[in-house]
């Protein structure tokens, strides 16, 4: 176990020249930054472990949540502490990536999934920060949409709604979207949901939400009110 800390300008710095080193030399030695002036602990004191393994993202945000919730520390305080996510993202470093089977090479993704940024751009592409934001404002339940894949990876259920702040604080779409495409008895989305150009998919949810917003206040539809002003193609969805 180990106390959580938090990352400073100086540390984010040398984790920066870390990932960069280890797209040219997968070797690359992985610095201390658990230490001043690289990292300071959180207040109150909280400690994680550091040799844990998740099995999907959702097992990662439920874990860091009840970290805090058992401090009483509110999110409120720590959703915009970017160097709490980037410190987290460090010390999850290795499960946090994953490794080419062809070749055996570690696969370093872009900068922004491992170093918290305050852009929303780039805020909800964060391995820590993203899962754990989803999952405080939308509960164990509807999050699973979001959160059933490995933590290193992103699906287009991210992608597509996490990356439109108007399409994931809005709890009723949410729920819209998880009893639209969620399997229950695979826990998993239902097969096709993230298809490309065919009827009643996620994009095409999200293309149908932006021209009800130039006719409707979505923010007041409830979800019941939601699904029925969606189109016919939707209908295999619903059922």
């Not at 860091?64 to 520390?73: A, G, P, Q, S, Y």
């Not at 009110?225 to 016919?232: D, Q």
């Amino acid at each position: 176990m180990i106390a959580v800390r938090i990352m400073m300008p100086e540390g984010e710095s040398k984790f920066r020249e870390y990932i960069t080193a280890l797209r040219e030399n997968a070797s690359a030695a992985c610095p201390d930054l658990n230490i001043e002036p690289y990292s300071s602990e959180f207040s109150p004191h909280i400690e994680v472990d550091s040799d844990i393994s998740f099995n999907s993202k959702l097992e990662l945000a439920e874990y860091i949540n009840e970290k805090f919730r058992k401090t009483d520390v509110k999110r409120e305080k720590i959703i915009g502490e970017n160097g709490l996510w980037t410190w987290l993202a460090y010390l999850w470093f290795d499960p946090l990536t994953c490794f080419d089977s062809s070749t055996g090479n570690r696969i370093i993704r872009e900068e922004a999934k491992y170093i918290c940024s305050s852009d929303y751009r780039d805020y909800y592409r964060h391995l820590v920060a993203g899962p754990y934001r989803i999952y405080s404002l939308h509960g164990s339940d509807f999050s699973k949409i979001f959160l059933y894949s490995p933590i290193h990876e992103h699906n287009d259920f991210i992608e597509q709604i996490a990356s439109r702040q108007f399409l994931i604080s809005h709890p009723n779409l949410i729920e819209v979207l998880f009893r639209l495409y969620w399997d229950e008895s695979k826990e998993k989305p239902k097969s096709g949901a993230q298809s490309r150009g065919k009827p009643g998919t996620l994009r095409r949810f999200v293309k149908v939400i932006q021209q009800f917003e130039l006719t409707y206040d979505v923010y007041s539809l409830s979800a019941e009110e939601i699904i029925r002003l969606l189109p016919e193609e939707f209908n295999k969805w619903k059922e």
